[in-house]
């Protein structure tokens, strides 16, 4: 059996992820740990009604934790979820706990996210140095106030959006993907973007190449990392999107109103060296719907 770790913090968005991994497990048959890190200050800034208590311990922790899992998802379903605390920062916490895990899922923004930001100090961490996939889901704001889940689709149909640039990250990207949209039995759209680039002379013009070959390079390179994987034993369907403009804009535009977003780490524009890459960083940061990293 595998395993789904979940960084879990009483906020609405680890809430939304706690939902989120839940309904991923039973996909996979996946096993889930809910993970609570604590200190003597509780988890959100201090001065906003968390300040140092040198009384705070493990059971406290594990109370709040307890408390956390069960608003999420109900006693029903929290009897099903391991609990563990640490005393230790969430991202280091999360990060080992992950090694050797199937998945690790983290809310955008936990409690002590500034308001305003899209994506919080834990969840960029994470982001930046997992070893295996990510999965990063925020709460979609409730007409009623406040906040609920953004969680998956049902399992018998929806749409997942992956973005590819024939580089290895991108392929494992999509072996990812095409597995998940076989379990849920959704619809799969393979987006890869292309731009004419400009041949400079001379540092006062510049000529652009024919786009059309361009644009035919593009689709070939789409065409064969989607025919270079093994579909026979993984029937879903696939729809091959060629987009001419920014990759990261490409995936933005095209996961509105998708039930899950996937993506490498780091692509051809990435620099060597770098964990993550550009196109990964800013679609984490603007995607809507929960979105999965895979290095």
């Not at 996210?113 to 409730?142: D, K, M, N, W």
Request: charged content about 20%; hydrophobic content about 45%; glycine content about 12%.
């Amino acid at each position: 059996m595998g395993r789904i770790v979940v960084g879990v913090d009483g906020s609405p968005n680890s809430a939304a992820a706690l939902r989120w991994a839940a309904a991923e497990s039973k996909l996979r048959y996946h096993r889930v740990t809910a993970l609570f890190a604590w200190g003597y200050v509780p988890p959100g800034h201090a001065g906003d009604g968390r300040t140092f208590d040198a009384d705070y311990g493990a059971a406290d922790a594990a109370a709040a934790l307890t408390t956390a899992v069960r608003g999420a998802v109900g006693e029903a379903t929290a009897a099903t979820i391991e609990r563990r605390v640490v005393a230790d920062l969430a991202p280091k916490s999360l990060l080992a706990a992950g090694q050797g895990a199937d998945l690790v899922v983290v809310g955008a923004r936990g409690i002590g996210g500034f308001r305003g930001l899209l994506l919080g100090s834990v969840s960029q961490q994470c982001l930046h140095y997992t070893s295996g996939p990510l999965a990063i889901v925020r709460a979609a704001p409730s007409p009623h106030g406040g906040a609920e889940a953004n969680g998956p689709a049902s399992p018998d149909g929806g749409r997942i959006v992956v973005g590819v640039d024939g580089s290895d990250a991108a392929r494992r990207a999509l072996r990812w993907a095409l597995e998940e949209a076989r379990l849920r039995r959704a619809r799969l759209d393979v987006v890869h973007a292309w731009q004419a680039p400009y041949v400079v002379p001379s540092p006062f013009m510049g000529v652009a190449l024919d786009p059309g070959l361009v644009e035919k390079h593009a689709r070939a390179v789409l065409d064969a990392i989607v025919d270079g994987e093994e579909m026979r034993h993984r029937p879903v369907p696939v729809e091959r999107i060629l987009v001419q403009e920014g990759a990261a804009r490409a995936v933005l535009d095209t996961a509105q109103g998708a039930d899950l977003a996937v993506l490498g780490t780091r692509g051809l524009g990435g620099f060597r060296g770098l964990l993550l890459g550009s196109v990964s960083h800013h679609v984490a940061h603007h995607v809507r719907c929960p979105l999965v990293v895979v290095p």
